[in-house]
């Protein structure tokens, strides 16, 4: 332990922070797994965790991999006739 003239100090040991949601003024604790947004790599509470409720930053990327997912799915499930 280090001395500092007569008094010995000790170090307190560190807790862990805990993780509050990264949205403007909001205290509430972030949710495990699905309050991490995969857009602007924050993290979020039950409240703020969809991308459109805590205003990401990357919204258009967000807009677009929606748009593709739901065209591909589309294509993948579009019916062909049989052409008689």
């Known amino acids: 332990m280090p001395m500092d ?15 509050r949601c990264a949205f403007q003024d909001c205290t509430d604790k972030v949710v495990k797994i699905v309050g991490d947004c995969r857009y602007c790599q924050s993290k979020y509470c039950v409240r703020h965790r969809l991308p459109e409720t805590h205003a990401c930053e990357n919204m258009t990327s967000c807009r677009q991999d929606a748009y593709n997912r739901n065209s591909n799915k589309l294509l993948r499930e579009r019916c062909v006739g049989n052409k008689v």
């Open 5 to 19: 003239g007569d008094k010995p100090t000790v170090s307190s040991p560190q807790k862990p922070r805990r993780s």
